[in-house]
């Protein structure tokens, strides 16, 4: 029998529907979203092609529930899109909604207080510093696919109550440069630890950036809790 991809599609999301019927059970909440400048927050608990379709246009990072269920064709629709998957428990903050918001006034209320630090990268070793981070002091998002889409995350993170962040940057010259160009960013490019102390006495720096190339993950995470102290005394 010969089953072309919208069936399979279709046949996938009714499984996982019907899987996770037992941890909707009870629920009065229907299906929500998100959009906030180039981010699309979704709450769904099943991520189908159909989900996202005629949606991804201008988006650059889609936010799920950390339980959510991707489907493969929903996964080939983000990967041709260019579009990062992050998982977070909080997706969408206001159900039964879509909001359009401009990036500068955007806010996305969580339940918690932020932590003091976001960290963003376009690295693999961004899974062991979260691992390593404690965190109540730094919010370590999961590997974003260029530098852009994590100083991006970043400069939303700043917005939402997060004092200052850290940038583990492929290119951190460029980086800095395209920071530069925020007005709410105040960038510095720390090439190495014996500078770290001058950067944070002279400059009024809310990101620091590191190299991935040069900044092992130990260091990384000692520069980070360096920032996190030098908050707290100053705050």
Known sequence: MNVNPVEI?????????????????GS????????????LAIADHV???????????????????????????ARDLCRQAKVAIVKDENAV?????????????STVPSKVRPQRLIIAGSCQAMVAIEKQMCSKQANVRAQLHDDTAALREIANGLRNGHQAGVLVAASPHAACWQAARDEN????????????????????????????????VPSICNASRHLFEHLKRIH
């Open 28 to 39: 009065t909440q229907q299906p929500s979203s998100v959009v906030v400048s180039n981010e």
């Open 9 to 25: 599609e279709s046949i996938v999301r009714k499984v996982l529907s019907t899987l996770l019927a037992g941890d909707l059970a």
């Open 93 to 105: 903050s206001s159900p039964n909604s879509i909001v359009k918001q401009d990036a500068a006034a």
């Open 47 to 73: 991520v189908s092609a159909s989900t996202l379709e005629g949606r991804l246009s201008g988006i650059q990072t889609l936010r799920l529930l950390r339980s959510a269920v991707v489907t493969p064709a």
């Open 185 to 216: 960013l105040r960038p510095a490019v720390v090439s190495q630890w014996s500078d770290l102390p001058a950067v944070l006495s002279e400059v009024p720096v809310n990101l620091l950036i590191l190299s991935a190339s040069k900044w092992n």
